[in-house]
């Protein structure tokens, strides 16, 4: 079945198909909240059957049960309420107990499998959609879900229940006043319809607005530092009002139209219980139906009609519950374009020869980026990327790791495609640290340790020690256990660096991935990152992505990369001997030419 086609389909069907493995649970809670609505509307029986004993005392129904006097027979009246309301009493603590923990599930189920399915999903997907948007969706939208399943979902089977018990029980007792409260009935129903169709895409942009309110608030504080230092806090300001009153504006839309639905249905409600009232008022009167049975016409229309007031409640949680679904729905629904291939190995069973054959690759909606790329890396050697910016440096380290799919050409390591690898070995055989480097709330060593939890203590200090890192992490009053902050904001880009180069060397991979590690530390952390290069290369394949030339001067290999195609391939010595681009670049960095001359 095509995405298209699960899409297609209503809100409350892709529901109810995820809750499949739920439906004991769903089951249940139907059962419960359907005895909790028959013992419910018992209280109209009960008082019918009590005027009849009042009004007709021995000739009443209950005295043809055996019970000749009045008392006794209000006795047992008594004695039903009170197991009624016991057990009404106890299924509305099972029915509440049973919807609670089916939303408290379906919530989490939904939240884990969305955001599951998310990590596997390409980097185009997260290029293309914002951030805010998604964390939306996994917050709001499966909340807005799990207050609906809590409360909105126990509320419409016990409106219909009542409808149908109501109803039947009228029909049989008096079939012409029955009739004539059934009469707004229809009407209700072709309302309700016609206002559910037109919330549906009102509550859609609801959700889309709630969507954008919550990107903007997510990038403005990721980018406090930026806002602050241009001094640009009033015009954030601005623009998030703007994004508010879009959101405040479509829920305005929604909740005019949902606000008019209750003032019609109580009109509609009006005409049937005068209907009741008078009419069957008349006939009791004239001795035509029992005063008991009047009574409990009078009781039960109430029952009947009045829950029908909270329907333009019902229907607007419904609404919002089902745009909700229908996002949370498609996030999961969305198609993996990279699947895995599955061929299964160990890391540490790789040599970490690495070959481009013809790669051809583009981002989606741009130029050609790498074109006919050839390349090969031996197992444990040292390769050095160079090139201007926008020459495809990083998007080979994309490719290698397949966080993109190339377009035409093949990719090996040890002679094998990567596409047949299984993507989760693939990656822990590659360790990568990049220029941006991202560090988790937490201390220092959860950072060194990330993605290699079993670790020793030993193996954690050697690691620090590999990426000169010690030093510093001894100097902090809680060594290991410092907290570093959101993104590790409280140590300097320097010291994240280290961190992240620690992560990798005690990730042991045999290929392992340096993309612009150098660009932005200062020359005290560089040639720190340079001592550690010749301990942790050993035996390593190592990619040196970088724009400082000096990071690659001892590499076994350099490619310099212009426009996607290597320009120029071979050790330091040899490209300064070639009197190309490289060696115009080295001219530049040593400070013996500048950039005017070599533009000119």
Not at 340 to 360: A, C, D, H, M, Q
Not at 403 to 428: A, H, T, V
């Given at each position: ?379 444990g050697s040292t390769i050095g990327v160079v090139g201007a910016t926008g020459s495809g440096k990083s998007t080979l380290v994309k490719l290698l790791l397949r ?198």
């Amino acid at each position: 079945m095509t995405t298209e086609s699960i899409k297609s389909k209503s809100a409350l069907t892709r529901l109810l198909v995820s809750l499949k493995k739920q439906r004991l649970l769903v089951l249940s809670a139907v059962v419960c909240s359907s005895i909790n609505k028959v013992l419910d509307l018992a209280p109209p029986v009960l008082i019918g059957l009590s005027v009849d004993v009042v009004a007709r005392e021995q000739s009443s129904w209950i005295a043809s049960l055996g019970f000749s006097t009045v008392p006794s027979q209000l006795g047992i009246i008594a004695f039903v309420s009170c197991l009624i309301w016991s057990a009404e009493s106890l299924f509305e603590y099972l029915y509440g107990l049973l919807w609670r923990n089916l939303a408290q599930r379906t919530q989490h189920n939904l939240r884990i499998q969305a955001y599951e399915h998310l990590q596997q999903l390409e980097m185009a997907f997260f290029e293309e959609d914002s951030s805010g948007r998604l964390l939306a969706v996994l917050n709001d939208d499966i909340n807005q879900l799990e207050r609906f399943l809590d409360q909105g979902a126990n509320q419409i089977l016990q409106l219909i229940i009542t409808v149908l018990l109501v109803g039947s029980a009228m029909a049989f007792l008096a079939p012409g006043i029955a009739f004539l409260s059934f009469i707004p009935i229809p009407i209700i129903l072709w309302g309700s319809i016609r206002f559910q169709k037109n919330l549906a895409p009102r509550y859609k942009e609801v959700r889309e607005r709630a969507g954008d309110l919550s990107a903007r608030l997510n990038n403005n504080l990721g980018g406090i530092v930026t806002i602050k230092s241009f001094a640009t806090e009033d015009w954030e300001v601005g623009r998030l009002t703007i994004d508010s009153n879009a959101y405040q504006r479509s829920n305005r839309k929604a909740i005019k139209l949902s606000a008019a639905f209750i003032p019609l249905i109580r009109f509609a409600i009006l005409f049937a219980f005068l209907s009741i009232l008078v009419i069957g008022g008349l006939q009791a009167w004239l001795g035509e139906i029992a005063i008991g049975t009047y009574s409990f016409l009078v009781f039960i229309t109430q029952r009947l009609l009045w829950p029908l007031t909270t329907l333009g409640h019902i229907l607007d949680d419904y609404q919002r519950s089902m745009a909700s679904t229908n996002r949370v729905l498609d996030l999961i629904d969305t198609p993996i374009k990279i699947s895995s291939g599955s061929y299964k190995f160990k890391p540490n069973s790789l040599r970490g020869e690495i070959t481009f054959n013809k790669v051809n690759f583009r981002y989606s909606n741009g130029l050609p980026l790498i074109k006919d790329l050839n390349l090969k890396i031996k197992a444990g050697s040292t390769i050095g990327v160079v090139g201007a910016t926008g020459s495809g440096k990083s998007t080979l380290v994309k490719l290698l790791l397949r966080f993109y799919s190339i377009d035409s050409g093949e990719i090996n390591i040890d002679g094998i495609s990567i596409d047949s690898f299984d993507l989760r070995d693939l990656r822990k055989s590659i360790a990568l640290v990049s220029q941006e480097v991202y560090l988790f709330h937490g201390t220092i060593e959860e950072n060194i340790t990330y993605g290699s939890e079993d670790a020793s203590k030993n193996d954690i200090y050697k690691a620090a020690g590999l990426a000169e890192a010690s030093d510093f992490i001894n100097e902090l009053p809680q060594k290991y256990q410092t907290l570093v902050g959101e993104r590790g904001q409280k140590l300097s880009g320097g010291q994240r660096q280290r961190i992240a180069l620690a992560r990798a060397i005690l990730k042991d991979a045999p290929i392992i991935i340096l993309d612009e590690a150098t660009a932005s530390v200062d020359n005290e952390t560089e040639a720190a990152i340079q001592r550690s290069l010749g301990k942790i290369t050993r035996n390593r394949t190592t990619i040196v992505i970088a724009h400082r030339l000096s990071t690659v001067r001892y590499a076994d290999q350099i490619i310099v990369l212009d426009k996607g195609k290597i320009s120029e391939e071979g050790n330091h010595e040899t490209l300064l001997k070639k009197a190309g681009l490289y060696y115009e670049l080295w001219k530049v960095q040593a400070g013996l030419q500048t950039n005017k001359d070599i533009s000119s």
